[in-house]
């Protein structure tokens, strides 16, 4: 199991990746954002990062394959 150290690496890279490779995506993140509590320290689960980083994974599968790119 990754750290959420680990997972935040991941997710800051995947993120880049949309930003820089499929700009076209990237710009709709912001319609799907990882949902931070509004309060001080907020807990976020290593769950919670898991199921944000597969969400990107997938959204960049799926525009990859509707766009013919895999």
């Given at each position: 199991?990754?750290?959420?150290?680990?997972?935040?690496?991941?997710?800051?890279?995947?993120?880049?990746?949309?930003?820089?490779?499929?700009?076209e995506?990237?710009?709709?993140?912001?319609?799907?954002?990882?949902t931070?509590?509004?309060?001080?320290?907020?807990k976020?689960?290593?769950k919670?990062?898991?199921?944000?980083l597969?969400t990107?994974?997938n959204i960049?599968?799926?525009?990859k394959?509707?766009?013919?790119?895999?």
């Amino acid at each position: 199991m990754k750290t959420q150290a680990q997972l935040l690496k991941e997710i800051s890279e995947v993120v880049w990746t949309m930003e820089s490779d499929y700009p076209e995506v990237y710009q709709y993140l912001d319609e799907n954002p990882i949902t931070i509590p509004n309060f001080e320290n907020p807990k976020i689960s290593t769950k919670e990062l898991e199921n944000y980083l597969e969400t990107l994974h997938n959204i960049i599968n799926k525009y990859k394959e509707e766009k013919g790119l895999t």
